[in-house]
């Protein structure tokens, strides 16, 4: 049994909670063979303009397509879906915030509300409530 052990929640007891060490069974060897067995069976290149042997016809036509496209044209494309991915991040920021900004708002206008209902004549008002219940069900 190896040496290192762990914290496990003793059966329950009427005292406090106590602590019980179990010891850990040994550890396996530390090994690659798992991940490098799955990388093998699973991971490797995939269909793109370097491996067009990889690629089914629909994909082999739409890369043909795009390289036959102007560099410039295709930075243009890149630079519009990032500017227009990093809008959107924007415009969430900014919506996110007003939400926030309103919630505050709201919050202490609700807090407001709750302390100004709060006063001392609430308290006493509603003894008296309970207590003429309590004597309208003794007279039952």
């Known amino acids: 049994m ?3 052990a762990y914290l496990m929640p003793a059966p329950q ?3 406090s909670a106590a602590i019980a060490l179990v010891p850990l069974p040994p550890a396996p060897p530390h090994s690659l063979s798992g991940p490098l067995r799955f990388a093998a ?5 995939s269909c793109s303009p370097d491996n067009l042997d990889l690629c089914d016809e ?7 397509a795009f390289q036959a496209k102007p560099q410039s044209e295709i930075e243009e494309m890149v630079t519009a879906a ?3 991915g990093e809008d959107a991040e924007s ?4 919506e996110v915030e007003k939400l926030q900004k309103n919630y505050e708002k709201l919050s202490k206008a609700k807090d407001d509300a709750v302390a100004a209902a709060a006063t001392p004549e609430l308290r006493i008002v509603k003894m ?6 309590k004597d309208a069900k003794d007279e039952l």
């Open 82 to 84: 990032t500017k227009a």
């Open 58 to 64: 629909e994909q082999a036509k739409e890369i043909a």
């Open 128 to 133: 008296v409530l309970a207590a003429g219940a």
């Open 13 to 15: 007891r009427r005292s």
């Open 41 to 45: 069976e699973n991971l490797g290149p």
């Open 91 to 94: 415009t969430f920021k900014a």
């Open 2 to 4: 190896g040496v290192a």
